[in-house]
């Protein structure tokens, strides 16, 4: 039995973040109802990438809510309306992504719905926060790690701005808000009380940033210093980096320098003898280690480097990991079959329960597929 | 009342992944208590960020643990082992991120803990999973990242594999754990089962990844394709990315090429009508939009291509953001007061409820501040 069976989700939202917080919530037992605009149903089916599109919705929108149902409904239709409160008063949470104030506008927003259903968790993503000058800003998630200040952690010193290669607010977020609708449905399990929950695109960037900001407010203004290369972390000393050895890239993530020299052969880093120079000197100790690692294959040095007990790894990209015995002893494939008989390939959720893995087989639902059924079973 | 009241949880933990589950559920309101070794405590207290520590403990560690109390035993002494194991008894959750084996050893493992109690959540976070070629490698951000074939996704088709700049694999796998307690309490104040939920860095890193790798999956073994030039998402079209101007930087997200090239005046744009171009011309479209936005300010572009509806916006460091009103309106910044009486500043929850934003007051406990407390509280 999986632990959210029981628990009905009604989710009124769009792309990727509010989406991604259905998916845990369906992977981890609930039944999660999407309520789509009618014909064209939400945004997220025509994000387009790499022009994959299967089953007229797109590859990223059959991943993201495998294992979900379609309810269609116009929300600025009174008779609809009147169904999806109905629904409403069933659900133990509904969530949604979208700008402050349109469900003030459609009569959907929390303290409305709370009248009509006080124990339910109400759950939202915005891009900034529902005040403020960026309030009424699209909430997108490029948008909302340009803003963070993310994009001068990575990436080397002379480097542009460079933001993590994928939707890291839309993810992050999305977990920030399974988060906040579990522990609001435990205390409302208990006492009877429903909960209004909110997180931000830039709130979770902001999170993600802890470490970094707190250094910044405590250590007189700290500015994050992206090493000269092979940056991997703006707050940390050498060797914490990517170097490049003869025949491709390692990471040394934790090492004495000391250590660190004796594994190299080289006599060169004795001088950086004081812990605080690992920082100060963080450059000049990389430069060093490259010189040397660029000598001879990866392979070579990382059972040097191993011998020493010096945490480092060798680079794979993702057709090397996919391919990988450590990846496959994972078991993280899953294929899912969409509602016209087609298969797709997909990851399965992160978390394991008294050591079962959890799969799913359904693919996303087609716009409505589901609505005839749920009137049916609610009495709409 | 915050919705985690009421609820124990054993913080077996060391440095940054179980303890930034630890950290959510007291944020949320559950009661903390770490286990620590007497005299050290766990190695994150010497965690060097920026050689910056405060009462004997890395920065790093207050924000990480702030708001928990610590109470340290031996676990190879057997007096100190019974008194957990009492404490254990009294606990909703436990959570350790110990190698596989280790609490074997300690006769901690879930298949001793839930004859003692039965209800217990049993939480852990590995490296890489259990079994396999990586299971007794050193759990570490770094090397999950380079493992994960993320490095690849981040900066421009020529730079090196590029991690992204933080703890990511450690943050990331400790909202799932999270997520895992969570899910197991909702069902064991049900039932009153208890339930073992794993989550491993390694699987948190391909999680991050299911776009992509569903991509490659699905798609006769697509390669994600870093842009030549300000990358910002290897499986989207032009324009999404970040572009220079003449005095910073700006990224624009989501936009038809057509209104693109209205907004930035220039005819070049026209030959990429069919929308299936984006991303085959994508760094030929990119390299355009450069070349027309170098030659004015960001604020004069901005304007420009927010008249035309898209979705751009300035990049911000790290001090432009703290300094900016839509940061501080957030009111992200809160104080707290260690031991020794001194006060750091750190952020805040991300999550709020009922329009209330969460604050703590309290840093981090020094190594077995509560250990007498908590012995006469519970009768060790």
Redesign the interface.
């Known amino acids: ?1 999986l ?2 069976e029981g ?1 009905l989700v009604l989710e009124f939202c769009q792309y990727m973040a509010g989406p991604s917080a259905g998916l ?1 919530l369906t992977d ?2 609930a039944r999660v109802i999407k309520i789509e605009r009618p014909k064209f149903g939400e945004e997220g089916r025509q994000i ?5 599109f ?1 089953d007229d919705s797109s ?2 929108f059959h ?1 993201l809510n495998r294992n979900k149902e379609s309810y269609t409904a116009n929300l600025k239709d009174e008779e609809d309306l009147i169904n999806v409160k109905k629904l409403i008063q069933k659900a133990n949470v509904m969530t949604h992504n979208f700008r402050p104030g349109v469900m003030e506008t459609l009569g959907l927003d929390y303290k409305t719905i709370k009248v009509l259903n006080p124990k339910i968790i109400y759950a939202t993503i915005t891009g ?2 529902t ?4 309030a009424k ?2 909430g ?4 909302a ?11 080397d010193k002379e ?10 607010a839309d ?3 999305g ?6 609708i ?6 409302s ?3 009877g009380k429903g ?6 695109l ?3 960037m ?14 007189d ?4 210093t ?1 090493a000269r290369n ?8 050498a060797p ?1 980096g ?1 170097y ?1 050895t003869n025949d491709g ?3 040394i ?2 090492a004495s320098i000391k250590d660190l020299g004796e594994a190299l052969g080289s006599k060169a880093f004795t001088k950086y003898k004081n ?2 120079t690992w ?1 100060e000197k963080k450059d000049d100790i990389m430069e060093l280690i490259n010189n040397c690692l660029i000598k001879e294959n990866s392979s070579y040095w990382i059972e040097k480097l191993e011998a020493k007990g010096i ?12 391919h ?4 496959q ?2 078991n ?2 899953q294929v899912l079959t969409l509602t016209n008989g087609e298969k ?4 399965r ?7 079962n893995k959890i799969f799913s087989t359904e693919g996303a639902p087609r716009v409505g597929e589901h609505t005839d059924q749920i009137a049916k079973e609610f009495n709409l």
Chains 1, 2 share one sequence.
């Open positions: 039995m632990p959210l628990i845990k981890l037992g387009n990438i790499k022009n994959l299967i590859l990223l991943a900034y926060g005040i403020g000058p960026w800003k699209p997108q998630d490029l948008l790690q340009s803003i963070s200040g993310v994009t001068y952690l990575t990436g480097d542009p701005p460079t933001p993590m290669g994928l939707a890291v993810i992050f977020s977990t920030h808000l399974t988060q906040g579990l522990a609001g449905l435990i205390r399990t208990q006492t909960a209004l929950i909110e997180v931000s830039l709130e979770s902001i999170d993600l940033q802890f470490e970094g900001i707190t250094t910044y407010l405590n250590g203004k700290y500015k994050p992206r092979g940056n991997a972390h703006a707050f940390l000393s914490y990517v490049k890239f390692l990471v993530a934790l812990q605080k920082f945490v480092c790894e060798e680079v794979f990209n993702l057709e090397q990991l996919i990988h015995e450590g990846y002893i994972l993280f494939d797709i390939h997909t990851t959720c992160p978390i394991r329960i008294n050591e």
